[in-house]
């Protein structure tokens, strides 16, 4: 089946640096993918979705300076954290469409600024 | 606005009870309904999924029920298990367009 490869799956960065985060389609060329930010026992927001070639589209209330997202092949996607703070700290995960209406998730990366 | 509303938030179950799990939408336009399982510190899998042209799908423990005229639908687990235990959610798509609920967090306790 399609995999969704995302890495690092953890990743501990001082307050002010940069951190990015890699997503790739294994099996599977994605024109799409989307970024997800998680919260601990909480839901899915959805932060923007990237499109391969051109700009991403960011939720509102989304800080497009913050998480600059490049998508600039068909099998990757990064989403960087700018000048990461301790309230950047979450859970971000990846997806992609893939073939037959499927849509299927990275493993996520855990980031804790300290 | 919420394309997809779930309940409940949370849910314990018994080891060996049934898991219930329900979705409700509004737009008639959604030709797909996936489940979610998510176990902590990983990403969301595909659980199991139907289309509106079925009424239910059973794949082992898990089966989705769908009601196309009330615009909803809902996951039973058979047969409970702790490995069970983890956030579900719902989702609607059409095309490729996907809208997930704010998940249920299922704790089965032996």
């Known amino acids: 089946g399609a995999v969704v490869s995302q890495h690092p799956s953890r990743v501990i960065c001082k307050s002010g640096t940069s951190v990015k985060i890699e997503c790739r389609s294994l099996?599977?060329?994605?024109?799409?993918m989307f970024w997800y930010r998680q919260f601990p026992k909480q839901s899915l927001m959805l932060m923007a979705t990237?499109?391969?070639?051109?700009?991403?589209?960011?939720e509102q209330g989304v800080e497009k300076d913050k998480f600059l997202i490049n998508h600039a092949s068909l099998t990757l996607s990064t989403l960087t954290v700018t000048s990461a703070h301790p309230e950047d700290s979450s859970f971000y995960i990846c997806?992609?469409?893939?073939?037959?209406?499927?849509?299927?998730f990275g493993s996520g990366t855990r980031l804790t600024v300290v | 606005q919420q394309q997809v509303k779930q309940s409940p938030q949370s849910l314990i179950v018994q080891k060996g009870g049934i898991s219930i799990i329900n979705c409700a939408y509004e737009n008639t336009a959604f030709d797909y309904f996936p489940w979610y399982q998510q176990f902590p510190g990983k990403g969301p899998a595909l659980l199991i999924a139907i289309r509106p042209d079925v009424s239910e799908k059973k794949e082992g423990r898990f089966t989705i029920s769908f009601n196309k005229s009330a615009k909803q639908f809902s996951l039973h687990i058979m047969d409970s298990q702790p490995g069970d235990s983890a956030t579900y959610f719902c989702a609607v798509s059409t095309g490729n367009q996907f809208y997930f609920g704010t998940g249920t967090s299922l704790t089965v306790i032996p």
């Open positions: 099996d599977f060329q994605a024109t799409t």
């Open positions: 990237s499109n391969e070639g051109s700009k991403a589209t960011y």
């Open positions: 997806s992609a469409i893939t073939g037959g209406r499927g849509y299927t």
